[in-house]
């Protein structure tokens, strides 16, 4: 059997330095019985300083979670709610049995991107 | 990773091959290279070979060599004896008994017969995984023809009362068949005073090679198997097929070395598994799966029900365990043997199994489990948090 995991999924997996929490940030959060993800985000005129994640799941999921919030700091907050987990999916060459899990991580961002407090700002956003 | 940098703690699924193994086996590729079939000088080399290593293994075993049938490993024993012994006795009776925390070996035999008309009565074990003779004596009926139990279990180190269990099938006159895959040259086994019938074995879980196992076979009426291979008259027609020579040496070479360590092997399992223990008593949460006091000191199983197995194998690394469930397989469905203990599914997704060998070491017991506390700790450290009540 091929090892199941690339080099990136080993190393995102290891050392995932947008684990964690952010305080007074909105947060996103999806599930299912054997997977949990949730995502947090700041702010600041209409886009997006920091993030950060929290799962339970696979070692795939737990890598595009940190891969996810790298690649969206910095982005316009309206990126948040249009998240697409494609493009993960790809690079991280995730199985296609796991999809559903990867699609848990684009539910979670979506929601977090619908929420009052980020609603707020991506107004902002459209107004610069 | 190369091998240098990785534990090994997955002897459950396989040993490395013993030296002194190794060095037999390679002289008796050198020297005892004919067909063991053939009629000349040459082939009495490789006959005398192969009746050396049936007494060595007949010798671990407590049995008359004669009784021993060579196999490519437990799965064709298993299958052999399964359905060789169901076939032989249909017509006296179509029920069968075992359960379902037997290895796939077993389970997918007899689900075979079932879709070929045999009756099976899966019986459930208790919280510990220990099946309760009196349970077996309720299950068996008049038309009962074969019980098959494990001896170890694989995944838990569970060890079933075979004496006890086997007791309640002589009474019957009901053939039990052992699968003992995990058992032999690991804890003392007298088949002369077990009542078993048929007992599968395979090398390669006692430092010896691949590829090869046996299948005892009791010389007692009534305790016979019909073929599952035709083609040739080896081994009394039971199993035909040229004999391979050298993993047959390696096999009663691998028998003899455990019957001369058993006791040591197991004084060591022993300390291994209480320093591996003392260092993930801090784990909260923590379930041992199976008999925590009276199991083979060899594997332990180990769950935690809030963390996903997958990544708990992965954060492992480099110990090299196994996971409670299929987590690889595309239906992540947790193990069935833990499902069986009663197991949540959330418990049995978050199960690993550790297995020690001759070669692990205290210090490597330890690193382990302080290991297995980090890894935890570190997956449930980027968990979501549960949400206040």
Redesign the interface.
């Given at each position: 059997?091929s090892d199941?995991?690339s080099s990136e999924v080993?190393a995102l997996?290891?050392a995932?330095a947008h684990?964690?929490d952010l305080e007074a940030a909105a947060t996103g959060?999806a599930?299912d019985?054997?997977?949990?993800?949730?995502v947090a985000a700041r702010l600041e005129a209409g886009r997006i300083v920091a993030m950060r994640?929290?799962?339970?799941?696979?070692?795939h999921l737990?890598a595009a979670a940190e891969a996810a919030c790298a690649a969206l700091e910095g982005k316009n907050a309206v990126e948040l709610r249009e998240f697409s987990a494609d493009g993960i999916r790809d690079r991280l060459a995730v199985p296609a049995?796991k999809t559903g899990r990867i699609l848990l991580l684009e539910d979670a961002i979506r929601a977090l991107g619908r929420q009052p407090d980020g609603t707020h700002d991506l107004e902002s956003s459209r107004e610069d | 990773m190369n091998a240098s940098e990785l534990l090994y703690l997955d002897y459950a699924a396989s040993t490395p091959v013993d030296s002194g193994v190794a060095a037999v086996m390679q002289r008796c590729r050198e020297t005892a290279y004919a067909n063991p079939s053939s009629n000349h000088a040459a082939a009495r080399l490789a006959q005398a070979a192969i009746a050396r290593a049936a007494g060595q293994l007949a010798a671990l075993l407590n049995v008359e060599p004669q009784t021993l049938v060579f196999t490519s490993g437990a799965t064709e024993s298993d299958n052999l004896a399964i359905a060789g012994a169901a076939r032989y006795r249909a017509e006296r009776g179509r029920h069968l008994i075992t359960m379902p925390t037997e290895h796939k070996a077993v389970t997918d035999v007899f689900a075979a017969l079932e879709r070929a008309g045999f009756s099976v009565t899966w019986l459930a074990p208790g919280p510990k995984g220990l099946l309760d003779p009196a349970d077996l004596a309720a299950a068996i009926r008049d038309d009962t023809q074969l019980v098959s139990i494990m001896y170890v279990n694989n995944e838990t180190g569970v060890i079933q009362d075979i004496a006890a269990l086997g007791g309640v099938c002589r009474e019957r006159d009901v053939l039990f068949h052992v699968d003992a895959a995990q058992a032999v040259g690991k804890i003392p086994i007298d088949l002369s005073a077990l009542p078993v019938d048929l007992l599968s074995l395979t090398g390669h879980k006692f430092y010896g090679p691949k590829g090869i196992g046996a299948l005892y076979i009791a010389d007692r009426p009534g305790c016979h198997v019909e073929p599952l291979l035709f083609g040739g008259g080896q081994q009394s027609r039971i199993r035909p097929g040229t004999l391979p020579t050298e993993l047959i040496a390696g096999l009663g070479e691998a028998a003899a070395v455990a019957a001369a360590r058993i006791d040591s092997d197991l004084a060591h399992l022993r300390a291994l598994r209480g320093a591996f223990e003392a260092g993930i008593d801090a784990v909260e949460g923590r379930v041992v799966n199976g008999d925590a006091v009276g199991g083979f000191p060899g594997i332990l199983n180990v769950s935690v029900a809030?963390?996903?197995g997958?990544?708990l194998l992965?954060?492992l690394e480099p110990l090299c365990v196994a996971t409670g469930s299929a987590?690889?397989s595309?239906t992540?469905e947790p193990s069935y043997v833990l499902r069986a203990l009663g197991r949540s599914?959330a418990e049995a997704?978050g199960a690993i199994r550790f297995s020690f060998g001759r070669q692990t070491t205290l210090e490597e017991a330890r690193f382990a489990a302080d290991h297995y506390r980090r890894a935890v700790a570190f997956?449930r450290?980027?968990?979501?948090?549960e949400p206040a009540r």
């Open positions: 059997m199941p995991y080993r997996f290891r995932p684990a964690g959060e599930g019985r054997d997977a949990r993800v949730s994640f929290r799962a339970r799941g696979c070692p737990i049995e | 809030d963390i996903d997958e990544s992965l954060a987590c690889n595309k992540q599914d997704q997956l450290g980027i968990a979501p948090r």
